[in-house]
């Protein structure tokens, strides 16, 4: 049997095995609290994919050369550049997206799905597989926060990245766009992951 190459696998895990979101449960912050529209959940998932993806690769680079008694004020000046960069262009290009995303923006700084990665894997690893591990981390977060933000802006509004979805008879709920129907929402997509997971090992 031909072995899977381990930068696949480090690609692979952020997707489902090690999900941010789903299986870590990490980054629960902006996971909650900007996925009451589909399309904000996006924008927060490619903002935080850039700043991983790129921050590991920088910390990849220079792993050697950055001293262990200052590392982690190291990885925060890296991850801080890049969420400038990623602020800028929002506010540049994307006006009202991020004044829908607000403060979450500069929080990725401290996000600790990124300064996680930083730490236990970028500063550990050759930048081939410090970049696969980011771009598999980011994406894995990436469709969570679209995913959760589908479910609660079809419920909540009856549209998906605001496009109308259920008709006029539909009576929105109001709860799927609040902070409570942010946890319950999450609480039955975690129902359901489980439950494939489980699935999925009872047939391997």
């Known amino acids: 049997m031909t072995k899977t190459p381990v930068i696949l696998k480090d690609f692979a895990k952020g997707l489902?095995?090690?999900?941010?979101?789903?299986?870590?449960l990490i980054g629960m912050c902006p996971t909650l609290a900007v996925t009451s529209q589909a399309q904000n959940g996006l924008a927060m998932g490619l903002a935080t994919s850039f700043t991983l993806i790129a921050s590991s690769t920088i910390v990849s680079i220079f792993r050697k050369l950055i001293p262990k008694e200052v590392r982690i004020p190291s990885y925060i000046l890296i991850i801080a550049t890049f969420v400038t960069i990623v602020s800028l262009y929002l506010q540049a290009k994307f006006p009202d997206i991020s004044k829908d995303l607000g403060p979450y923006i500069p929080l990725i700084i401290v996000n600790c799905l990124i300064l996680g990665r930083q730490e236990v894997f970028a500063s550990k690893n050759p930048t081939h597989r410090a970049a696969a591990d980011a771009l598999g981390m980011g994406l894995g977060f990436t469709i969570s926060l679209v995913a959760l933000g589908m479910v609660r802006e079809l419920l909540?509004?009856?549209?998906?990245f605001s496009f109308k979805v259920l008709?006029?008879?539909?009576?929105?709920?109001?709860?799927?766009?609040?902070?409570?129907g942010a946890f319950l929402s999450l609480g039955l997509m975690l129902g359901m992951i489980n439950i494939i997971d489980r699935?999925?090992?009872g047939k391997s």
């Open 16 to 24: 489902w095995q090690e999900n941010p979101v789903f299986r870590l």
């Open 199 to 201: 699935l999925l090992k």
């Open 156 to 160: 909540g509004s009856g549209t998906i």
């Open 167 to 180: 008709g006029d008879g539909f009576r929105p709920w109001i709860i799927m766009l609040t902070p409570p």
